[in-house]
């Protein structure tokens, strides 16, 4: 049995420890050094190559390396198998500190701050409580409704977005199209976790960001694509809009000559909201190579027809 991996090279070292350290005898095959392509049963990978999956004859079953899988959907000769993706309590719990981290620092005012330390300006903000702001979380899923949670625990109105409605103690749920307005409308600051589909490509636009609360911030760890850039920095620039932090971007990593680099109002993050964690990761990949050569069901499995 064999797995193959492609992975960030960075990354590669701590993956091949890990599936060393609880399973000694499976055979990893680090991409592009595959040997002969009909030994591969399951490929473990981030953004793989257009048309490459397609070319192991005995693959059984995909594994992505992230929660999200646009990265696969990319490839147009991708093989009608199963595919999973990660969900995961450390994928989540780091997730959550990231977007509890940065709706506190658009709540507590920080890039102001920030801007007035620069002009040795000794100034108090008005300072709303948390019950006076209201989170917008579109995306209620796995992340989603994790962060909704806990940001409603620090005493934040939420409100959430999804395809379908949602039931989530203290925070109400607004879901599909026809909901997308009001919810926006409400939206002090929006959090994006959505996945990347053909319906939420572009699903943040100029109407989008009209329709936010003057003053609005913006954190988004979902996908760049789901973004229209020209239309974020126009409703940054135009004072509608107070501060965006960004982790997702449409080319990543962002070219050195992207206004958002330079823009004061904008805060870039590397992709590094969340992380992989291989302690549970490669558990999850285990199992799953055990139920697919069982014929069992597989764990955290994409439905292939929403894309997510
Ligand atoms: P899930 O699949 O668990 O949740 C997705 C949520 O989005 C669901 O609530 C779903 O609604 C909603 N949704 C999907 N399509 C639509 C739509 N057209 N309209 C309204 N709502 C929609 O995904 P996760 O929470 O695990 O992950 C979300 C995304 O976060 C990933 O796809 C990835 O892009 C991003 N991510 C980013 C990371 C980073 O480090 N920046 C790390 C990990 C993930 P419903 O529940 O009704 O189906
Ligand atoms: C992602 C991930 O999907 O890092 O972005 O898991």
Known sequence: MV???KSGAARIPWWLEEFKRQAPDLKVRVWPDVGDKKDVEFAFV???DPGDMATYPNLKAIFSMGAGVDHLFKDPDLPNLPITR??????????TEFIVLQVLRHHRQQPAYDALQRESKWQELKQPAADQRTVGMLGMGALGSDAAKKLSGLGFNVVGWSRTKKKVPKVKSYAGAKQFNKFLSLSEILVCLL???KETENLLDKDAFAM???????????RG???????????????HMSHATLDVFRKEPLPADHPYWSNPKVTVMPHVASYT?????VSQVLENMRRARAGE????????????
Do not use: C, H
């Open 86 to 95: 990660v969900v995961d309590i450390n994928m989540t719990r780091r997730m």
């Open 46 to 48: 981030w953004a793989p």
């Open 225 to 239: 694509e789901q973004v229209v850039d020209a239309d974020l920095i126009a409703a940054l620039d135009s004072g």
């Open 195 to 197: 996945p990347l589909t």
């Open 277 to 281: 964690d291989p302690r549970t990761v």
């Open 297 to 308: 069901p597989l764990l955290n499995t994409v439905d292939i027809k929403l894309g997510y």
């Open 212 to 222: 936010l609360p003057k003053g609005a911030s913006f954190v988004n760890a979902g």
């Open 3 to 5: 797995l193959m991996m």
